[in-house]
């Protein structure tokens, strides 16, 4: 009964450095999204895939790569990390119908020195 | 695009009291989906309560009910019988249902509600 498992939960980087965020669903659902949340705000989009092999972008993409591995799995990539990704990052998946809402996973917190 | 509004940063209550959090929101789309989602200090985001914008019967989970008001575009969570594990971070969201593959999540900026003992 996993669900939307994330890791690392926490990370703590040097600026300029590079990092993956891991995800991976067990809910055979086809879309999958990265969202960070900051201080005082909700929860914004990163990039987001609708299926397997297909990425797009979100509200706040820049900095960020990301990759649809298979249908279970969703990397956030960071390749030269900044203060400003400070953040907490949330993996979220969702089958594609009508009203069935967002799985969140756990979160990870990452902090960049 | 759309927007998320709450304007409650913080909210107290007394516990078995009852409490209303706000939410409005800004859309020209005539069908979407609205869902109020909790954060307590684990940082897991749980889902609350969810309303179709086509039906018009308020939603309702056990303790917790909406308000929802299409014409004005305000969607209220109201939590009867105010518990201690209700103490929590609530956010509003909004779906579009116009973005296949894109059913992305639109938050507002959150409500902390405190409950007092």
């Known amino acids: 009964n996993a669900g939307v498992t994330q890791t690392p939960k926490f990370q703590v980087l040097k600026t300029g450095q590079s990092m993956t965020l891991q995800c991976a669903q067990d809910m055979n659902h086809n879309s999958m999204y990265w969202y960070r949340q900051d201080p005082g705000m909700g929860l914004r989009l990163i990039y987001y895939s609708a299926s397997e092999g297909t990425t797009d972008k979100g509200e706040v993409p820049n900095g960020y790569n990301v990759s649809r591995l298979n249908k279970r799995e969703f990397s956030l990539r960071l390749e030269s990390a900044a203060p400003s990704q400070t953040s907490v990052y949330f993996c979220?998946?969702?089958?594609?119908?009508?009203?069935?809402?967002?799985?969140f996973g756990d979160g990870t917190r990452l902090s960049i020195l | 695009a759309q927007t998320v509004t709450q304007s409650q940063p913080e909210m107290s209550v007394q516990e078995a009291e009852t409490v209303t959090l706000s939410c409005t929101y800004d859309t020209s789309e005539s069908d979407y989906y609205l869902f109020w989602y909790k954060q307590p200090p684990s940082r897991q985001m749980i889902l609350v309560i969810r309303q179709e914008a086509y039906k018009q019967q308020n939603a309702t989970e056990n303790r917790f009910s909406v308000n929802f008001q299409k014409a004005a575009k305000s969607f209220s969570l109201k939590i009867s019988d105010s518990q201690l594990g209700d103490a929590a971070m609530y956010f509003c969201a909004y779906r579009s249902t116009s973005n296949f593959g894109n059913e992305k999540l639109t938050f507002g900026t959150g409500t902390r509600l405190t409950i007092i003992p």
């Open positions: 979220a998946s969702r089958v594609q119908t009508g009203r069935q809402p967002q799985h």
